[in-house]
């Protein structure tokens, strides 16, 4: 089991930077890939970034790519999503995810469990 606690969500001007942060509480985080997802008003959720239990191997959007990363930091428990250059189309409800499984996915239906979630809004 993994319980999820997202922060660091708020208002920001268009070419700003934000970081959000993934608490996690349970014996499964060390072994767990962890992402991060999007969901916009009105649209389905999307893939921003993932990372690999080592913090080895991560994998990006196309979206974030250059412009997002996602160091964890096991000995806390935690996840960051690192977000510069934001734009109007970054705005969406972030959502912490984890996943107990081989390989860093960025297919939400991997993974097992879900924080609440933390809204970001870039305004233009």
């Known amino acids: 089991q993994v319980q999820l606690v997202e922060s660091g969500g708020g208002l920001v001007q268009a070419g700003g930077s934000l970081s959000l942060s993934c608490a996690a509480s349970g014996r499964s985080f060390g072994t767990s890939n962890m992402g991060w997802f999007r969901q916009a008003q009105g649209r389905e959720r999307q893939f921003v970034a993932a990372v690999g239990w080592s913090g080895r191997s991560k994998t990006y959007a196309d979206s974030g790519k250059g412009r997002f990363t996602i160091p964890r930091d096991n000995a806390r428990n935690t996840v960051t999503l690192r977000m510069s250059m934001l734009t109007p189309e970054d705005t969406a409800v972030y959502y912490c995810?984890?996943?107990?499984?081989?390989?860093?996915?960025?297919?939400?239906?991997?993974?097992?469990?879900w924080g609440q979630g933390t809204q970001v809004t870039v305004s233009s």
């Open positions: 995810a984890a996943d107990i499984g081989t390989v860093v996915s960025n297919n939400s239906a991997s993974y097992e469990y």
